[in-house]
């Protein structure tokens, strides 16, 4: 069957319609991202007793154990243990998912911004008056996030990618719409190039918002 060059400029609008879809479920994760990446950051970098242990247990779980198993084990496993979790959507169970995968990489990413400030603008802050808190809130983490900028913005493109994973728990999104409509037509290469080009679009995009964000942040560095 030759390529339809026709059916595939058809369809595009079609599945670029759920691109929505794929930027929600990367936000959403992106953000929940973060929000544990820096618990977790907080606890090994001030070393809290007993914590540390199951943040190492949890980061060596998802780091070694692939991302469609962890999607699968939450969204079919966790009902058949846990019965609250049988109402559990696919789109909650794939940004769960997303999320615990990509916080445990994330996370040593944050550590290692946390550790790039200098230790005399610590010890600075403290001999002030400043407490811990206050240390890591006005010194430490404006400063690490300017470091952590690059890492965040390859950690969302990454997300925007593995989003597409989402599909095989029923999310409609790009992948899906695109497997849709290829199963309905047997024109697979057409609906697969079209989500190929989406997804390229959108991580182009992302990519160029994060240099032109690095830039100026750049100049206001090399500005004061």
């Not at 019965?83 to 909650?92: A, D, E, I, R, W």
């Not at 990413?109 to 206050?134: F, H, K, W, Y």
């Amino acid at each position: 069957m030759n390529f339809n060059s026709a059916y595939a400029i058809r369809q595009f609008p079609t599945i670029f319609k759920y691109a929505g879809m794929t930027f929600k479920i990367a936000v959403v994760s992106m953000l929940c991202t973060l929000a544990l990446s820096l618990v977790i950051t907080l606890v090994r970098y001030y070393r809290i007793r007993g914590w540390c242990t199951v943040v190492d247990v949890y980061v060596d779980l998802f780091r070694d154990t692939p991302l469609l198993v962890q999607l699968f084990f939450i969204y079919y496993g966790l009902p058949q243990i846990f019965p609250v979790f049988v109402k559990l959507s696919g789109y909650t169970a794939a940004v769960i998912g997303l999320t615990l995968n990509a916080a445990s990489y994330m996370t040593e990413d944050m550590r290692g911004a946390l550790e790039s400030v200098p230790q005399g603008q610590i010890d600075g802050g403290l001999s002030v008056g400043m407490t811990d808190l206050q240390v890591m809130r006005h010194i430490i983490l404006p400063q690490a996030a300017k470091v952590a900028l690059p890492v965040l913005g390859n950690e969302f493109v990454s997300l925007v990618k593995n989003s597409s994973m989402a599909f095989t728990l029923g999310v409609r999104e790009i992948m899906a719409e695109a497997s849709l409509l290829g199963t309905s037509s047997s024109r697979y290469m057409e609906t697969y190039m079209d989500a190929f080009i989406i997804y390229f679009i959108l991580c182009k995009l992302i990519s160029l918002a994060q240099r032109r964000l690095e830039r100026r942040l750049n100049r206001q560095r090399g500005g004061v």
